[in-house]
């Protein structure tokens, strides 16, 4: 299966999956690296590996879907069948997701549905929760069920639309792998988003494997299909 991975950053995620696709075993197989960012960490770790990189970098895009459309393209040329978000700090927009539904990941530090959005590891350590971790997840298409349709016209079903719409569900979609991390009493933020990272670094190759196989997949209804 041929991957793509979007980055921002460091690409220590990028890394791990590198590192696993590399194996014999394995039934992904990374073609390129784009990132919204040039000169980052992750466009060296990428070229090292001899994996090619493209930049589409969003201060250059008028729009959110101009940019979307420009990565959506090198997708479609590259003849990629999945999209691996590994510290991506892009929202993309909703025609992308919809597109790419059931071939697009994103790996979260925390336990979703807890801690959603930016600061997932400061918000464990605020709520005072012992066990946080990551979450590797397909990032879902906000979809809504005949319910809503069947009697659109009504204006509470139209407010209802509209405000469950607004929900930018960022970080939502069907869970693939997880995987707990103690919080530490003498955990700082940086100790714990560390520990965390670890944890990333095993589940998102994990969740990666899981779905280029066809061991899992999403199903019509959003949920996950386990092919037993
Ligand atoms: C990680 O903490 C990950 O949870 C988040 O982005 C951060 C950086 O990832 N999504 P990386 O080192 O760039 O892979």
């Known amino acids: 299966t041929k991957v793509a991975v979007l980055i921002s950053g460091t690409g220590t995620n990028l890394q791990a999956l590198m590192e696993q696709t590399k194996k014999p075993s394995s039934a992904a197989e990374i073609v390129v690296v784009i990132s ?17 990189t493209r ?6 895009y008028g729009s ?19 999209v691996c978000l ?12 919809r597109k790419w539904n059931g071939k697009l990941l994103n790996i979260h530090p925390s336990l979703l549905p807890s801690f959603k959005g930016v600061n997932a590891q400061k918000q464990a350590l605020l709520a005072g929760v012992r066990i946080t971790g990551c ?3 397909f ?12 009697d659109i016209n009504t204006e509470l079903n139209l407010m209802a639309i509209v405000f469950y719409l607004s929900q930018e569900e960022v970080d939502a979609g069907a869970i693939i792998v997880q995987e707990a991390v ?16 670890e944890a990333e670094h095993r589940a998102f190759p994990a969740a990666l494997e ?10 019509e209804d959003g949920h996950i299909i386990w092919n037993q």
Do not use: C
């Open 210 to 219: 899981l779905v280029a196989s066809g061991a899992v997949r999403l199903g």
């Open 36 to 52: 919204n960012r040039p000169g980052v960490l992750g466009l060296k770790r990428a070229s090292l590996a001899g994996i090619q």
């Open 86 to 97: 590994a510290g991506f700090m892009r929202i993309l927009t909703g025609a992308f997701v």
């Open 139 to 150: 990032v879902a298409w906000v979809h809504f069920n005949s319910y809503y349709t069947a």
């Open 64 to 82: 959110r879907s101009e940019f979307d459309s420009t990565i959506d393209r090198v997708l479609e040329e590259l003849g990629v069948e999945l």
């Open 135 to 137: 979450s590797v997840h």
């Open 55 to 60: 930049v589409v970098d969003h201060k250059l």
């Open 182 to 197: 103690p919080i530490l009493t003498s955990d700082t933020e940086d100790r714990l988003a560390e520990r965390i990272r």
